[in-house]
């Protein structure tokens, strides 16, 4: 037996246990590993570790090797560890969802149905940097009840195997099969985990458009894809400039990096004076900005945009700039051009906010405020696994509840289904 099956194995025999474990020790789970995740020692450790990965990062970064987006990921500081507990500590709070009927309907006398939610089983989920989604991956697999094999990219090694000894820690003082949350170290052995389609329930892949691709290429398990965030935000005439600017400076500079920036900037001919203040504070911000001829023909400065600009996930501080003739127009390029995550609009005109929001087809879609909002632990779901831009299962932001499918549980007192029908006896279908 290959080493991939027997730790995909050990981790589907240590999912039982796990699935079994009642609401309030799963909770103390979490909030022990918040509470590590906050031990001066174990936060130097983590950071030195992390160290390790920088460094040589840097070097693989200025030989171009490792593109710029991912290099700004890889970083761990004091408060994005402080985060990440904080968001543990929300999930332990966060209310029960296994175990717990969401429908329960009385189908006779004596004869009551009950959908409940349960895990999925193993996960398997791959990535490429953010060594900080270790911790938000396994806290969210532990709240939810599911094993989690975790394939995280080479540039994070050392972080990714300090954080999950952190999580096997934490799982032993439990007394939980440390199996449950897995490690893989080598790029090869990702396409023998993907064929694992026995004992994984669900593939995760976050990274790349081209990475995502290859997985869905490459197994048969289902796949949810966490790919490129080609995010738009959208100056309608009515847009309050003080307001747009905020906003955008926002969407762009506080992450860059971040799947949920925007990429692209949309105005509405009529939007001149949003446009300009928009403009002014993204360039204070230090922002590249490319224009199409009627932006530049306002703005002489900036640099012409391409067409492949339009479709460009820069990951850094650089913004397309493009003039639309109206919501239409706007709404046009977006399904064009966006790749399903996150789009926003700033106006002061109810009715064409709402339908902004009816029509964008994407997982987030915001009125008046940042796409920077697109997110697990601003949502209020403690973390997430993903942003998910596909429609079935999960979209958006994936939490808890995004891990979780169902059972449906009958109870009866002998009944039995040819006695119901026309002209026998019916059904009550009530709900409970």
Known sequence: MSTIRALALAAKAASHDLAALPGPARSALLRGLAAALREPAERERLLAANALDLAAAATAHARGELDTARYKRLGLDANKLAGVAHGLDQLADAPELLGHPDLRRELDTGLILERVPCPLGVLGVVFEARPDAVPQIGGLALKSGNAAVLKGGREALHSNRALVALIHRVLADHHLDPACIALLEQREELDELLAQRDLLDLIIARGSKAFVHHVQANTQIPVMGHAE????????????????????????????????????????????????????????????????????????????????????????????????????????????????????????????????????????????????????????????????????????????????????????????????????????????
């Open 229 to 432: 965030g080609l995010c738009h935000l959208y100056l309608h005439r009515a847009a309050d400039p003080a307001m747009a600017a905020a906003i955008a400076v926002d969407a762009k500079c506080s992450y860059p990096a971040a799947c949920n920036a925007i990429e692209t900037l949309l105005w509405d001919r009529d939007a001149t004076l949003a446009l300009d203040t928009t403009l002014a504070a993204l360039r204070s911000a230090g922002v590249e900005l490319r224009g199409c001829p009627a932006t530049r023909a306002r703005h002489p400065d900036l640099h012409p945009a391409s067409a492949e600009d339009w479709d460009s996930e820069y990951g850094a501080l650089i913004l397309a700039v493009r003039q639309v003739d109206d919501l239409g127009d706007a709404l046009a390029h977006i399904a064009a051009h966006g790749s399903r995550h996150t789009e926003a609009i700033v106006t002061e005109d109810a009715a064409i906010a709402e339908r902004f929001l009816a029509i964008v087809d994407a997982a987030d879609v915001f009125h008046n405020a940042s796409t920077r909002f697109a997110d697990g632990y601003r949502f209020g779901l403690g973390a997430e696994v993903g942003i998910s831009t596909g429609k079935l299962h999960a979209r958006g932001p994936v939490g808890a509840a995004g891990l979780l499918s169902y059972r449906w549980l009958l109870r009866g007192h002998g009944q039995v289904a040819s006695d119901y029908g026309p002209g026998k006896r019916a059904f009550i279908h009530r709900d409970l």
